[in-house]
């Protein structure tokens, strides 16, 4: 029985062979049940907000399920699925400067491209930063989960995720 994924208490597995139709396991505590990938039609005892948890999972990676039931079918190892949490917010893993205003970023999502700040150096906690010898101050905060600067600046991941250009 691999288990494929886990968030907010709630464990996700598969049981070799045996998925026609594609379904998977969700165990939270002392409550189980069965989810089918495509329908999301639940058998078994589960809370209604924790049903509501693995609805939106399911949903968000139904392709990556439907390909974990076929490995499993086949007696393969499938593969781990991200857990929730991790979509639901963003977080800033990795940054560094590229160069001028520019820097690169990379986020719990996988994403990952540069942001200039040229122009979103407004206010006065931001003032400083306008010097590059202060702006290039900066690090991933393990705590915070984004960038931030000596002098206490910090920027949203959201914001910087929403400004960040993709780099292809």
Request: net charge negative; aromatic share 10%; no cysteine.
């Amino acid at each position: 029985m691999p288990i494929i994924g886990r968030f907010l208490g709630i464990v996700i597995y598969m049981y070799w062979r045996g998925h026609v139709p594609a379904h998977f396991h969700a165990k939270y505590q002392d409550q189980e049940s069965t989810v089918d990938v495509e329908t999301g039609i639940v058998k078994g005892v589960m809370g209604r907000r924790a049903v509501s948890l693995v609805q939106e999972w399911r949903e968000i990676h139904k392709a990556e399920l439907l390909e974990d039931g076929g490995l499993a079918k086949q007696k393969k190892e499938p593969h781990r699925i991200a857990p929730l949490e991790q979509l639901m917010f963003l977080h800033v893993k990795e940054a560094r400067h590229v160069g001028d205003y520019v820097i690169w970023l990379r986020f719990n999502d996988g994403a990952e491209g540069e942001m200039d700040l040229e122009d979103e150096l407004e206010g006065e906690v931001f003032a400083p930063l306008k010097d590059k010898r202060n702006l290039v101050r900066f690090r991933a905060d393990a705590e915070l989960e984004t960038i931030v600067w000596e002098n206490g600046a910090d920027l949203a991941p959201e914001f910087l995720y929403e400004k960040m250009k993709v780099l292809a």
